[in-house]
C-alpha cells in the first residue's frame, strides 16, 4: 500500500515539473492569413490575441478565423507537450510512444 502512495506522489510531482516546464514554453498560430494571431503557452493557457482591425467588419469570418488559429495553437502546444514529455522520460504513458 505504502509503495502504491508512493508511486502516486512521484506521478504527482513528475506532471508539476513538467506543467512548470511548460509554462515557460509558447506557441504562436495565426488564420486569415496573419491577420488573427494567439501565443499560447505549454499550459495551454492564451497568453495573447492580436486581430487585424480590419477583421472586425465582418463577424463570421472573425469568428471562423478564431477558431482556427485556437484550434491550431491548442495542436501546436499538445505537440510541444508530448516532445517535452518524450525527452524528459518522466512520463511514460501508453499511447505517447
Known amino acids: 500500500m505504502f509503495n502504491k ?8 510531482d513528475k506532471a508539476k ?15 486569415a492569413w496573419g491577420k488573427v494571431k494567439v501565443v499560447m503557452d505549454g499550459n495551454q493557457s492564451v497568453q495573447s490575441v492580436e486581430i487585424d482591425p ?9 469568428e471562423e478565423a478564431m477558431k482556427e488559429v485556437y484550434n491550431d495553437a ?24
Open 5 to 12: 502512495l508512493k508511486q502516486v506522489k512521484d506521478m504527482r
Open 17 to 31: 515539473k513538467l506543467q512548470n516546464m511548460l509554462s515557460e514554453e509558447s506557441v504562436e498560430a495565426s488564420a
Open 54 to 62: 480590419e477583421m472586425l467588419s465582418d463577424k463570421r469570418k472573425l
Open 74 to 97: 491548442v495542436k501546436k502546444a499538445q505537440k510541444k507537450m508530448v516532445d517535452k514529455m518524450r525527452k524528459s522520460g518522466d512520463l511514460n504513458i501508453p499511447g505517447l510512444t
